[in-house]
């Protein structure tokens, strides 16, 4: 299971932290990414991380903004969001499987989605 929090809104130029918890899950030596999607447009990957080290992935629009991390004794994975713009707004969701299935956008396991909107 993977419970997301944090969502909410904010003004650009604005920070948002996500935060993804998983339980039942094997959390380490796999990947976990996050993942938005605006109605009516196709799903986006943002951010992965592979949480048997420290290797990371961004989608170009955030790179440089955004910050994927992980604590391995919570079992957490975050998402710290600065200079949110209005484009950022969209519904996000956590992911998690083995790496190949994370990268290529198709993981098995999503959390429920957490709405964030910039304005």
């Known amino acids: 299971q993977l419970v997301e929090s944090g969502g909410g809104s904010v003004q650009a130029g604005g920070s948002l932290r996500l935060s993804c918890a998983a339980s039942?899950?094997?959390?380490?030596?796999?990947?976990m990414g996050w993942f938005r999607q605006v109605p009516g447009k196709e799903r986006e990957g943002v951010a992965t991380?592979?949480?048997?080290?420290?290797?990371?992935w961004y989608a170009d629009s955030v790179k440089g903004r955004f910050t994927i991390s992980h604590d391995n004794a919570k079992n957490t994975v975050y998402l710290q969001m600065n200079s949110l713009k209005p484009e950022d707004t969209a519904i996000y969701y956590c992911?998690?499987?083995?790496?190949?299935?994370?990268?290529?956008?198709?993981?098995?396991?999503w959390g429920q989605g957490t709405q964030v909107t910039v304005s």
């Open positions: 039942g899950y094997t959390y380490t030596s796999n990947c």
């Open positions: 992911a998690a499987d083995r790496c190949p299935a994370v990268v290529a956008g198709a993981p098995r396991y």
């Open positions: 991380i592979y949480t048997g080290g420290d290797k990371t």
